[in-house]
Structures are given as structure tokens and as C-alpha cells.
């Protein structure tokens, strides 16, 4: 079973910056969907961004101009470049991997913008 490591959560001040990766514990040879989702407090998970293996992105409304996923096929890892965070984009964010017509998660990695 594929497993999904997440590193690069943390603190950060209002209109500051941070990267998320996720790697798979396992080269992937089909067609894919890498994303992002997130999760706040009293609220449903819901989908940040999203990336195909083919290089096609989709963003939420809340997220475009503002962060960029992108993905690097050789090392299994997905990225999320976050700009202009702001204290709404507060939760635990998920990597997650669609295969085959299964979901896999990782563990969440915590984002918290405060000041």
C-alpha cells in the first residue's frame, strides 16, 4: 500500500510564505492525481489544490494567485508553494493521493498563520 509522507507545516506570520511536500513511498507508473486538502477546526475537509501526473493543475477559489502545486514524477513528490498566507488558511492540511480509484492520505501536517 502506497504511503504518504508530508513535511513543511508550521507557524507563520500573516502575508508569509511556506512549502509543503508530500512524497509516496513507491515509484507510480499509471495515472494519477496528487493534491492537497485541508481541514480547519469545526469544518470539512476540503480540496486546496490538486495536480494530475500529466501536469494539470486545479486550484480552489479561496487558493489561485496565492499558491502553486506542482509535482516531480522522478521522486514521487507533490509540492505546495504558499504565498500571501492569511489566518483562514489555518488547519491541518493532507496530501492525498488518487489511484486507481482509491484515496490515500497522509498523516496532516498543521499550518497555522498568526501573528
Known amino acids: 500500500q502506497v504511503q504518504l509522507v508530508e513535511s513543511g507545516g508550521g507557524l507563520v506570520q500573516p502575508g508569509g510564505s511556506l512549502r509543503l511536500s508530500c512524497a509516496a513511498s513507491?515509484?507510480?507508473?499509471?495515472?494519477?492525481?496528487m493534491g492537497w486538502y485541508r481541514q480547519a477546526p469545526g469544518k470539512e475537509r476540503e480540496l486546496v489544490a490538486a495536480?494530475?501526473?500529466?501536469?494539470?493543475?486545479n486550484y480552489a477559489d479561496s487558493v489561485k494567485g496565492r499558491f502553486t502545486i506542482s509535482r516531480d514524477n522522478a521522486k514521487n513528490t507533490v509540492y505546495l508553494q504558499m504565498n500571501s498566507l492569511k489566518p483562514e488558511d489555518t488547519a491541518v492540511y493532507y496530501c492525498?493521493?488518487?489511484?486507481?480509484?482509491?484515496?490515500?492520505w497522509g498523516q496532516g501536517t498543521q499550518v497555522t498563520v498568526s501573528s
Open positions: 492525498n493521493l488518487f489511484l486507481l480509484g482509491h484515496h490515500y
Open positions: 513507491e515509484s507510480i507508473f499509471v495515472i494519477n492525481v
Open positions: 495536480i494530475t501526473s500529466g501536469g494539470t493543475p
